[in-house]
């Protein structure tokens, strides 16, 4: 079966600096994508970032970037130069390439910046 | 242009009553989703329609009905709503096969149901 962890319920960082969400994964499809959204306030879901389990570079966004670990079962996000905005949950999720498409989720870290 | 909306955005209503909430996405893709969001934030999968087909169900009570007239479209009624259900539901969808190369899942709004 397919798990997400997230271990960090919340976070603080101080504003303009980094910040590293941690996520691991338990799968045993040979293929699946890895996932990161963002939940503000205000409720929607926004996409961040995808890493593909065969891609060979970490995938970055802008700020965002995927510190993509196979080896260990990792997919920790990092937002660089944080900003107030960024205050929101952040949720990991993962999609098996054996799956019908739907995505299972982490339980979320909620990240808190501090002006 | 919308890409996935979702009618009403909050439902507030009496217990055992029946309800509906609504689903619409333009993006032409195959496949949609309805997620749970309960009160400690957890999302979870409930239903999947592809091409108006059912493919997954997960364990939910059968007073929860998934209705899909077209692929575009895919509504959940509810009935003889009970005070656990309240949560945030999410429509969302997103093209399948994932090898396809499309890879994100676009997530409605929300509709934050209250029973009291």
């Known amino acids: 079966a397919q798990k997400i962890t997230q271990t960090q319920p919340g976070m603080f960082v101080q504003e303009k600096e980094a910040v590293t969400l941690d996520c691991t994964y338990d799968t045993s499809d040979p293929s699946y994508g890895l996932f990161w959204y963002k939940q503000p306030s205000s409720g929607e879901m926004i996409f961040l970032i995808y890493q593909g389990s065969y891609d060979q570079q970490n995938a970055t966004e802008g700020r965002y970037s995927l510190n993509f670990q196979k080896a260990r079962k990792s997919a920790n996000l990092v937002i660089s130069a944080s900003q107030l905005g960024d205050s929101a949950m952040y949720f990991c999720?993962?999609?098996?390439?054996?799956?019908?498409?739907?995505?299972?989720f982490g339980k979320g870290t909620k990240l808190s910046v501090k002006p | 242009d919308t890409a996935v909306s979702q009618t009403p955005k909050y439902l507030v209503t009496q217990m055992g009553n029946d309800k509906s909430i609504k689903c619409e996405q333009n993006l032409g893709h195959d496949t949609m989703y309805w997620y749970k969001q309960d009160s400690k934030k957890f999302l979870k999968i409930m239903f999947s329609?592809?091409?108006?087909?059912l493919i997954i169900n997960e364990t939910v009570p059968n007073r929860f009905s998934p209705k899909s007239p077209d692929k575009a479209h895919l509504n959940l009624h509810i009935n003889s709503l009970e005070l656990g259900d309240s949560a945030v539901y999410f429509c969302?969808?997103?093209?399948?096969?994932w090898g396809a190369g499309l890879r994100e899942q676009f997530f409605g709004p929300g509709t934050r149901l209250t029973v009291l």
């Open positions: 999720a993962m999609r098996g390439v054996g799956s019908q498409g739907n995505l299972i």
């Open positions: 969302a969808s997103s093209q399948v096969p």
């Open positions: 329609y592809n091409n108006k087909e």
